[in-house]
T-cell receptor, first 114, second 109 residues
Framework: EAGVTQSPTHLIKTRGQQATLRCSPI?????VYWYQQALGLGLQFLLW???????NRGNFPPRFSGRQFPNYSSELNVNALELEDSALYLC?????????????FGPGTRLTVL | TQLLEQSPQFLSIQEGENLTVYCNSS?????LQWYRQEPGEGPVLLVT?????EVKKLKRLTFQFGDARKDSSLHITAAQPGDTGLYLC?????????FGAGTILRVKS
């Protein structure tokens, strides 16, 4: 069974540009989560989507947004990129949004903002 | 401010030594998870502990959940170079996972 996949593996952008990151969950999973892993800050929760709806949002500005498609894949968009947005962005999926559901992580997209 | 405090931040030991990593919080969690992450990869779930006082063993790894469900520990016996990686604890908090900053473990042969 294929795990969570993310694309691209690496992304290099300049300040002010927009970045789009993609995630495909494990087949049968309806919930997708996005996390930012920046150096020295650990994993920070960004967004949670389930059944096409945004269910929860972390403490990030509105220029971080996303969506979930009918096939449960998801996109994370970061507008007006800033240098401090450079990080590993991890996507995770779970069977549903129920408490206690295990989240399975993808390999991440390394975003570098110059 | 981290909801979950992990210690130590960095640990470098010789093969065969034992070690313990701690994860502490002032908040109560319904469950707590331990992950291991290697460079260039996403975190991989090692264990989930749910019941206060619970102890789980995974080969040479022993995980304990505090009685009050606010803290946890990971003990590795006879560490091996293959144990090298970033160890993360995470607590379920309002339908999202809150992570500690992680412990970087390096086991030298």
């Amino acid at each position: 069974e294929a795990g969570v996949t993310q694309s691209p593996t690496h992304l290099i952008k300049t300040r002010g540009q927009q970045a789009t990151l993609r995630c495909s969950p494990i087949s049968g999973h309806t919930s997708v989560y996005w996390y930012q892993q920046a150096l020295g800050l650990g994993l920070q929760f960004l967004l949670w989507y389930d059944e096409g709806e945004e269910r929860n949002r972390g403490n990030f500005p509105p220029r971080f947004s996303g969506r979930q498609f009918p096939n449960y894949s998801s996109e994370l968009n970061v507008n007006a990129l800033e240098l401090e947005d450079s990080a590993l962005y991890l996507c995770a999926s779970s069977l549903s949004g129920q408490r206690g559901d295990t989240q399975y992580f993808g390999p991440g997209t390394r975003l570098t903002v110059l | 401010t981290q909801l979950l405090e992990q210690s130590p931040q960095f640990l470098s030991i010789q093969e065969g030594e034992n070690l313990t990593v701690y994860c502490n919080s002032s908040s109560v969690f319904s469950s707590l998870q331990w992950y291991r992450q290697e460079p260039g990869e996403g975190p991989v779930l090692l264990v989930t502990v749910v019941t206060g006082g619970e102890v789980k063993k995974l080969k040479r790894l022993t995980f304990q959940f505090g009685d009050a469900r606010k803290d946890s520990s990971l003990h590795i016996t006879a560490a091996q170079p293959g144990d090298t990686g970033l160890y993360l604890c995470a607590g379920e908090y309002g339908n999202k996972l809150v992570f500690g900053a992680g412990t970087i473990l390096r086991v030298k042969s």
